[in-house]
């Protein structure tokens, strides 16, 4: 079964950091482009940021661009998502989701709140 | 990266259609075939029901359809079920490997 399997969320305050994981499952991982989307409460969903399947190219929205880092390590089949100088504004559930020109394949999300 | 617009609501009775417009601009949707759009129940993750413009994954039924003119995508659901009420979202390649959403509109069943 293809799964994505999100976790590392939680509470930390303003200006703390947070790593969220996602651990892949029942495809060939090093093959697919990665993104973490994220869903403020009761509002639409954004894009966060994306990985190439070899990790050579990484985006970001500029939202997030200087304090958030994308990575992952296709030996253990896992997506990360480094998050820095956290704001209230960064409150939100973040999934884990596979694809490049369609997202196919989505995590059940992670709630990250932000706040003192 | 602004959002791409989408009507904040749309409705119709069972069996009957509603389609869905995503706009945005020539650095976006106008400028790659590369829209889809996401079904969200609520309390669950998004689900993919149209790649690239018009192509619909297996198990998306087709009373799911989508287009695209200009700067403006759409999402037509024939056939109207109860089942299809949700927030509906477009996304579209944005040029450099980014993406960018749709603000959501959510569907009613009457």
């Known amino acids: 079964e293809v799964q994505l399997v999100e976790s590392g969320g939680g509470l930390v305050q303003p200006g703390g950091s947070l790593r969220l994981s996602c651990a892949a499952s029942g495809f060939t991982f090093n093959s697919y482009w990665m993104n973490w989307v994220r869903q403020a409460p009761g509002k639409g969903l954004v894009w966060v940021s994306r990985i190439k399947s070899d990790g050579s190219t990484t985006r970001y929205a500029d939202a997030v661009k200087g304090r958030f880092t994308i990575s992952r390590d296709n030996a253990k089949n896992t997506l990360y998502l480094q998050m820095n100088s956290l704001r209230a504004e960064d409150t939100a559930v973040y999934y884990c989701?596979?694809?490049?020109?369609?997202?196919?394949?989505w995590g059940q999300g992670t709630l990250v709140t932000v706040s003192s | 990266q602004s959002a791409l617009t989408q009507p904040p609501s749309a409705s119709g009775s069972p069996g009957q259609s509603v389609t869905i417009s995503c706009t945005g601009t020539?650095?976006?949707?106008?400028?790659?075939?590369?829209v889809s759009w996401y079904q969200q129940h609520p309390g669950k993750a998004p689900k993919v029901m149209i790649y690239?413009?018009?192509k619909r994954p297996s198990g998306v039924p087709d009373r799911f359809s989508g287009s695209k003119s200009g700067n403006t995508a759409s999402l037509t659901v024939s056939g109207l079920q109860a089942e299809d009420e949700a927030d509906y979202y477009c996304s579209s390649y944005a040029g450099s490997n980014d993406c960018v959403f749709g603000t959501g509109t959510k569907v009613t069943v009457l």
């Open positions: 989701v596979r694809g490049y020109s369609g997202y196919e394949v």
């Open positions: 020539s650095s976006d949707v106008g400028g790659y075939n590369y």
């Open positions: 690239e413009v018009s």
